[in-house]
């Protein structure tokens, strides 16, 4: 089986006070930065912990694996999947439908969330009952990582066992499934009518954030109604960095007064595993979690990213 430089790299550590998991890996940084520390900071949570036991995102849905559950899908696209996701948790409940697969997961700290749906039409085949499937995305990513990104991956549940069966350009990888229920259920996705939203390039993102990394731990959004730009702002002890996006950088949807404090530590977990030239939609407010929307799979699956921000002591 061939390998090329696509293929998703291992995780490198990285400690953080909110949130004691090793770093991702990400499809669309190659630059081998290094991410540090993020310092200990106030921070509101974008979710209602109240609710986090009572909404699943698939109405209906049994907490049970499904009866049956076998897919085949395009390695780069399951890649990106699971980059993004294990961005945030390693375990996730992964709910499936006749009409293909639902995440939802929130990390550890309460400051991150993301909300992934995975058409049946973003497989090569997709036959499925509904269940649930508690999975350690880790070690999901372990034999996905051996497939060039051109490669297919066949997963489907072994009615005997009950594990989820891996196969790639002929090695079959057998890994055991987790009960869904000891795996912390879904959060409430909170709605927001927000005054800001712009879609920008990841790319332009991603420089913001890396210019922002110079000089803070975090990060400003800024925009003020009826300007034509996004300001990205951060501020350290001696220095500071400003990066004005507009013109043929970011499409204005809507226009508003817009400024919030972000962990910078956060910014570039999401920001790192949004695939590279993907156009990302940002929804703004005024002390109100950021939310990050982008297509996958070529238009067949979705993800919003929420982030909340810092609250400033």
């Known amino acids: 089986m061939s390998t090329d430089s696509d ?16 770093e991702p890996p990400t499809p669309a940084d190659d630059d081998g930065e290094s991410t ?43 890649k990106i999947v699971l980059s993004s996701l294990r961005a945030l948790v390693d375990e996730a409940r992964i709910r499936v439908t006749e009409d293909g697969l639902t995440v939802r997961a929130v990390d550890s700290a309460n400051v991150a969330m993301d909300d ?24 999901l990513a372990d034999p996905v990582r051996l497939a060039s990104k051109d490669d297919l991956v066949q997963l489907f549940l072994d009615p005997e066992s009950g594990k989820l069966i891996v196969v790639v350009d002929g090695l079959r990888y057998s890994m055991a499934c987790i009960d869904s229920k000891t795996i912390r259920a879904e959060p409430t996705l909170p709605e927001f ?11 332009v993102l991603q420089r913001g954030v890396k210019a ?9 959004l800024r925009m003020e109604a009826g300007a034509d730009a996004l ?5 350290g002890d001696a220095d500071a960095v400003t990066l004005e996006l507009d013109g043929d950088d970011i499409e204005v949807l809507a226009a508003g007064d817009a400024s919030t404090l972000f962990s910078l530590d956060y910014c570039k977990k999401l920001v790192r595993t949004i695939p590279a030239g993907t156009p990302v939609t940002l929804d703004l407010g005024e002390d109100f979690p950021l939310i990050l929307s982008y297509e996958l799979a070529d238009g067949d699956g979705t993800i919003t990213r929420m982030l909340a921000p810092r609250i400033e002591t």
Do not use: M, Y
Not at 123 to 129: C, D, H, I, L, Q
Not at 193 to 203: A, E, G, I, N, W
């Open 36 to 78: 540090p520390n993020d310092h200990p900071e106030s921070t509101a949570s974008p979710v209602d912990e109240d609710s986090t036991e009572e909404t699943t995102p698939a109405d209906g849905v049994p907490d049970e694996p499904p009866a049956s559950f076998r897919a085949t899908i395009q390695a780069a696209h399951l």
């Open 231 to 235: 300001v990205i702002k951060a501020e």
């Open 7 to 22: 293929t998703e790299p291992d995780r490198e550590p990285e400690p953080a006070p909110e949130q004691p998991e090793t």
């Open 116 to 139: 992934l749906e995975l058409k049946a039409a973003a497989f090569e085949s997709f036959e499925a009952s509904p269940g649930t499937l508690g999975l350690n995305l880790d070690r």
């Open 193 to 203: 009518d927000l005054p800001v939203v712009v879609t920008v390039d990841r790319d």
């Open 212 to 220: 922002a990394d110079l000089v803070a731990d975090h990060v400003r």
